[in-house]
């Protein structure tokens, strides 16, 4: 589809066109299964059982030979016997858990749910047709009992759970969360608004458990992956308060004398409010004279509404003197465009100076940052904008080796882009014409970046970087080793890894100078993204990947990812650190940083796409009633120019029984966790070792929460699971057939870019990347595509990825967070391909009606909504019901089986 002309200043409000053209997809430890040498005392107060699907198999076993169903119990470990109680404690019944969220509600006797065996019956040496479900044979000459009909399937698989009851919910009202009332955050897909009453909220920190283990050996047997997702700079939704700034005076904000850590709405006043307990290592410290206040008659500090860091669990406090080691300044940015004959011919060039231009017109006249222009082929060409120049002056460096600035950065090379737009949109309309004159095939673009670095080594920021071929000039020459007989091999993995040092190197010199570096890759041809993406990894950057580029499908895209990077909250000079109370360690961390003093992130760039994974161990025992503290500091400089410290602090409650850990485990954030470690373990790991780990955790989890937690004996094959995570096993078979971790021939390029997406996804992100959301448009709510009270529009009920969901007279919208895909069926309804398409048969061009319909308003209302509310923007591919690109829809129904990967 061609785009719309006018203003490319913003992204565009409604989706008015679609693409008929589909863009094909060019080593950690592991915890074992549980241990133990005594069976433990069950948790009172456990009861239900999740059981999908009333299903004996031919014959029963007892759990320790039931193949791919979990270990057997450790050595020296006796499980109850099948058809007899627990044993009860010593001392009388557990305390019943603090949540409800144990194990899935299912009703024992509700059509499709088997009850578990009765005591003294015979499951273990059951002929087939003795099976506890079927009951006694018939007697002689009597008839069978008729026999129920078989599901397919897909029938089959509508009574396992799904994430639409979890997350879908309310289409029209977000849900409120109160982060110091509910233990546990919704659902990350769900619709809700957070209200922050002293703990920092989940879009912030996000941790796979909300109760703690207070054992080590507790911690061990869970198999549960503890960690937090960390997401500082994340933007509030509508309807949610941003994080107050706080100016905390010349003398800065107070922090705790032993650990360091800073004044937060979790510390306690104790002795008057002339002392504080420290919330993370509880040590006493004097309140200095001129913060003192008394306490109230109900425990609270009299100033305690005045003070936003005594009443929110995040806070932004502007740094003083002793934050600051040079003068901040507003963030300055350099383009840095390629413009061989690679880029020329498919009109990357066109496309930079076009999208470039409409933005340079739409800036606010307040903009303070600074701008600068290098392009490249075999040579460096740098431009002169300053302001008394109304046409740039090209400034060429032929010297590789030796490179150096032909004249000064300030003012010069690095412009306000207001004082010098007329200057610089005469380049970009020039831009296309005169690169195309020289056609030159080399790429020098380890000389760009050395020229990028010379001109932000100053003042630091960002560079953006526009790369189209292989480099093939030194420094930092590539040489193709792609083979493709490799593909689908163990040797694919010889590809994951940098194939030179170079580009890494160059990315830690950068980030010591404050520079990062976002990288825009339009490949024809593999260009090594394994060996350029340390670039932005270890810069706090970020890879924007167009395979196939055409500008007349893809320029839009373009263009609202490239307005985005330059628009949304984002600094730069940035470390962050996570402190913990004593007896939690950190055993990793993960995400687009440079770790500095074992500790310390280091972040060249940061923005509220970011995202940071932190693993942790218990390394102590805990007594009773001990609380957890973690608290999040980010010094950055933002970008405007102001040095600020974001401090988001939490508190989790620790517990000794199984039942109340796994009540607190959190869904979405644990499979986040999983995924990184499963995608680091990948780079050195045959692929299908990694796909056969992801089960064996869930194996393990599942194992564990029967052998500790269940209360009952139940038959083997049925499945017995806690309530919230019920859906982890669906998750991660989601997992296993994306583009992370799938078999089969694909891209190793397309396969990099899609794993380092990882961290620039929010856990929201990710859930709907693994599980898409699909919607029946031609059977939408009369409510579906208006707007909320909110603001917000309304979106139609979510659809089961099955294929029993795809109906030949439907029209179905598919949402991955990263692609977009309509499939119109071959008997869908005339008046509906007339109102939202002017179309009369299927076979007709399928573009949207222009004419002011209701429902295809209401329906360029929901496509619309869904391309902007990702920061990745999708375009539209149209799929029809038995073309040439209906595999790539019915490749994501993914509770189907996939290829080689089992079903839901």
Request: hydrophobic fraction near 35%; charge should be neutral.
């Amino acid at each position: 589809a061609t785009p719309p002309t006018g203003k490319y200043g913003a992204p565009p409000p409604v989706a008015m066109s679609m693409n008929n053209s589909a863009t094909t997809s060019p080593s950690g430890s592991f915890n074992t299964p549980p241990q133990g040498t005594v069976t433990p005392p069950p948790a009172a107060g456990v009861q239900g059982v999740y059981n999908p699907m009333n299903y004996s198999p031919s014959v029963a076993q007892p759990v320790s030979q039931v193949p791919k169903y979990g270990a057997p119990p450790p050595a020296g470990a006796s499980a109850p016997p099948p058809q007899q109680q627990a044993p009860v404690p010593q001392g009388g019944p557990q305390p019943p858990p603090t949540t409800q969220r144990l194990l899935c509600n299912a009703q024992p006797n509700a059509p499709g749910y088997g009850p578990p065996p009765t005591a003294g019956s015979n499951t273990g040496n059951q002929m087939p047709h003795m099976a506890s479900n079927h009951g006694p044979p018939p007697a002689v000459g009597q008839s069978l009992p008729p026999q129920e009909p078989q599901l397919s399937a897909s029938e089959k698989a509508l009574k396992f759970p799904s994430p639409i009851e979890l997350i879908a919910g309310d289409a029209k009202n977000a849900t409120k969360f109160n982060t110091a009332v509910q233990p546990v955050p919704p659902p990350a897909a769900s619709k809700f608004i957070t209200i922050d009453q002293g703990k920092c909220g989940p879009r912030y920190i996000r941790s796979s458990l909300y109760t703690v283990p207070s054992k080590k050996d507790i911690a061990k047997k869970s198999s549960l992956p503890f960690g937090l997702i960390l997401q500082p700079l994340a933007d509030p939704v509508l309807g949610e308060e941003a994080v107050p700034i706080v100016d905390p005076g010349s003398s800065g904000p107070i922090r705790c004398t032993r650990c360091r850590g800073y004044m937060c709405s979790l510390n306690t006043f104790i002795q008057g409010g002339q002392k504080f307990s420290c919330f993370l290592c509880s040590h006493i410290n004097d309140v200095p004279d001129e913060y003192f206040s008394p306490i109230g008659a109900n425990g609270y500090r009299m100033d305690f509404t005045q003070r936003p860091e005594l009443m929110r669990g995040s806070v932004e406090y502007i740094a003083t003197g002793e934050y600051v080691t040079k003068p901040p300044r507003p963030m300055s940015y350099v383009f840095v465009v390629e413009v061989s004959a690679s880029a020329v011919e498919q009109g990357v060039v066109q496309s930079f100076a076009a999208s470039l231009k409409a933005i340079l017109k739409a800036l606010p006249e307040d903009n303070n940052s600074l701008f600068g222009l290098i392009t490249y082929d075999s040579s460096i060409h740098f431009y002169n904008f300053h302001s008394s120049l109304t046409k740039p002056q090209i400034l060429v460096v032929a010297e590789l080796e030796d490179l150096f600035l032909p004249i000064s950065a300030e003012q010069n090379l690095l412009v306000n882009p207001n004082n010098s737009k007329e200057c610089m949109i005469s380049l970009l309309d020039n831009l296309p014409e005169f690169t195309q004159r020289s056609m030159n095939g080399n790429n020098a673009f380890g000389s760009a970046l050395e020229a990028g670095r010379l001109m932000l080594n100053e003042s630091g920021g960002k560079m953006i970087c526009f790369l189209s071929s292989l480099p093939n000039v030194a420094p930092g020459k590539l040489e193709p080793r792609l083979k493709s007989e490799h593909l689908g091999t163990d040797r694919e993995r010889e590809y994951y890894k940098p194939h030179t040092s170079f580009y890494q190197l160059k990315g830690e010199k950068l980030a010591t100078a404050k520079i990062g570096v976002d990288l825009f890759i339009f490949a024809n041809t593999y260009l090594d993204l394994a060996t350029l993406m340390p670039l932005s990894t270890t810069t706090g950057g970020q890879v924007f990947y167009y395979p196939r580029f055409i500008p007349s499908r893809d320029r839009i895209k373009f263009h609202h990812e490239f307005h985005r990077v330059l628009t949304r909250t984002s600094g730069y000079d940035g470390v962050m650190r996570t402190r913990f109370s004593s007896g939690i360690d950190i055993s990793l961390y993960q995400g687009n940083h440079m770790l500095t003093f074992g500790t310390d992130m280091e972040v060249a760039n940061i923005d509220c796409d970011k995202t940071f994974v932190v693993h942790l161990r218990n390394e102590e025992n805990f007594p009773e009633g001990h609380m957890v503290g973690i608290q999040c500091a980010l010094l950055y400089t933002t970008r405007d120019g102001q040095r600020r410290l974001r401090i988001h602090s939490l508190q989790l409650p620790t517990s000794p029984q199984m039942a109340n850990i796994f009540g607190g485990a959190d869904l979405e954030a644990m499979t986040y966790l999983i995924t990184a470690k499963l995608l680091r373990a990948s780079i050195s790991t045959p692929l299908q070792d990694v796909r056969r780990k992801a089960l064996d955790i869930c194996v393990q989890i599942v194992y564990a929460f029967r052998f500790y937690c269940s209360t009952k004996s139940f038959n083997p094959q049925v499945l017995v699971i806690p309530e919230g995570l019920k859906l982890l096993p669906l998750y991660l078979i989601c997992l296993l057939k994306s583009v992370l971790l799938k078999n089969g021939r694909v891209s190793v390029d397309y396969r990099m870019y899609s794993r380092a997406q990882l961290y620039s996804m929010s856990v929201r992100e990710l859930t709907i990347f693994l599980y898409p959301r699909m919607f029946a448009l031609h059977k939408l709510p009369e409510e579906a595509g208006t707007m909320a009270e909110d603001g917000s529009v309304i979106l139609p009920p979510w659809e089961r990825l099955l294929n029993c969901s795809l109906k030949p007279d439907g029209c179905y919208l598919l949402d991955n967070g990263h692609r977009m895909f309509l499939r119109v069926g071959r008997e869908v309804n005339p008046e509906f391909l007339k109102r939202v398409f002017d179309a009369n048969s299927v076979d007709d061009d399928l573009s949207f009606n222009i004419t002011d319909d209701p429902l295809a308003n209401r329906v360029k209302a929901i496509i619309s909504a869904l391309q902007l509310e990702h920061p990745s923007y999708k375009l539209l591919i149209t799929v029809k019901q038995g073309g040439e690109k209906e595999l790539l829809y019915t490749q994501m129904m993914f509770e189907e089986r996939v290829e080689e990967t089992m079903s839901h």
